[in-house]
């Protein structure tokens, strides 16, 4: 089965990676207690990735919570590796951002509002069918690919 995360609030940037990379990964609310947070973790089947020392002493934690430190995005990535074998790339770009959606192939209709050169490149251009946001390769697309990239330790494909 795939790996499913969530992120308790703090680590709202590592779970906007995560959904780069394709991983199934709900965003903890900042008001949302410990024990709530488990529990949709124990709920939904998601390992919790929290740098929140305290949580780990709930008993319902137990193999289900993921420690991080503070620190860089990079070095957090390289320590969810420790944990799992980790996939940044297999299914890049296939998840919205902001609300974890899968991503579906924009419609004609939608394609008409993608910029011209966009459009004529010919390269696949994605929509959130939640927020209706499009996705394609954008200069934001390139910087997180790159990062990505590096994670996955693969320095030869181009994007
Ligand atoms: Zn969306």
């Not at 070095?75 to 790339?89: I, K, P, S």
């Not at 951002?97 to 899968?102: P, S, Y």
């Not at 050169?117 to 697309?141: L, N």
Request: net charge positive.
């Amino acid at each position: 089965m795939e790996i499913k995360f969530i992120c308790d609030a703090m680590l709202a940037r590592l779970a906007r990676y995560l959904r780069a990379a394709g991983y199934d990964t709900a965003l903890a609310g900042n008001a949302v207690s410990d024990r709530e947070v488990l529990c949709q973790a124990v709920g939904e089947g998601r390992w919790l990735i929290t740098a929140d020392r305290k949580i780990i002493e709930h008993k319902s934690a137990r193999g289900r919570v993921v420690l991080l430190q503070h620190g860089s995005l990079d070095a957090q990535a390289e320590a969810l590796g420790e944990y799992f074998a980790m996939d940044w790339m297999g299914r890049a770009f296939s998840r919205c951002l902001l609300d974890n959606a899968l991503l579906v192939p924009a419609s004609d209709e939608v394609m008409l509002g993608v910029p011209l050169d966009v459009r004529q490149s010919g390269e696949i251009v994605m929509q959130c069918p939640s927020c209706r946001r499009v996705y394609w390769r954008g200069s934001h697309y390139r910087r997180m690919m790159k990062r990505l990239r590096q994670w996955q330790g693969d320095e030869s494909t181009t994007f």
